[in-house]
């Protein structure tokens, strides 16, 4: 496997340790066997808006369930076994129908909104909501220097 230096990145930001963690990852997910399964699309609709489709036929609503846990988004397919129907042959079986489970890391502040499936796509609504603390703010630069505690009131202040 190739391993890419990010040294000189790490030089200029602060708090991307798992950065690291995080393209590694992301080259053993494409090494597997079953990263191209199922199919799937990421669409910015606006600067707040994401969608993911993914292309899910032979599945029902109950056969998937998604989760997200912080900024871990997991999908998950098992079709249910059809019981009580004949079993068919099949001459030629294109239509995969195997369980399947994808993740997907989610920037900070993004969750998901909604999903819903239609004509064997999955579409999972996705938005970014940032908090208005962390929002870009101005900040007045005074003309004398000073005490540590009189900064400290003016933040509890803020």
């Given amino acids: 496997m190739t391993r890419f230096d990010l040294t000189p990145l790490f030089r200029s930001t602060v708090g991307f340790d798992h950065l690291s963690r995080l393209v590694d990852s992301a080259f053993e997910a494409a090494a597997s066997n079953d990263a191209g399964y199922p199919p799937y699309n990421i669409e910015k609709l606006s600067d707040e808006q994401y969608r ?6 032979g599945f029902e609503q109950d056969d998937i369930t998604l989760t997200q846990h912080d ?49 064997g ?15 870009p703010r101005s900040i007045e630069i005074g003309s004398k220097k000073p005490s540590l505690m009189e900064s400290v009131k003016k933040l509890a202040s803020a």
């Fill in 71 to 119: 900024e871990m988004l997991h999908v998950k397919g098992a079709a249910k076994s059809e019981q009580g129907q004949e079993k068919s042959t099949f001459l030629h079986r294109g239509i995969a129908a195997r369980a399947f489970e994808r993740r997907f890391h989610l920037a900070d502040h993004i969750t998901v909104t909604g999903a819903n499936m239609v004509n």
């Fill in 121 to 135: 796509l999955l579409h999972i609504d996705l938005l970014r909501e940032v908090p208005e603390h962390k929002k």
């Fill in 52 to 57: 993911i489709t993914m292309a899910v036929a």
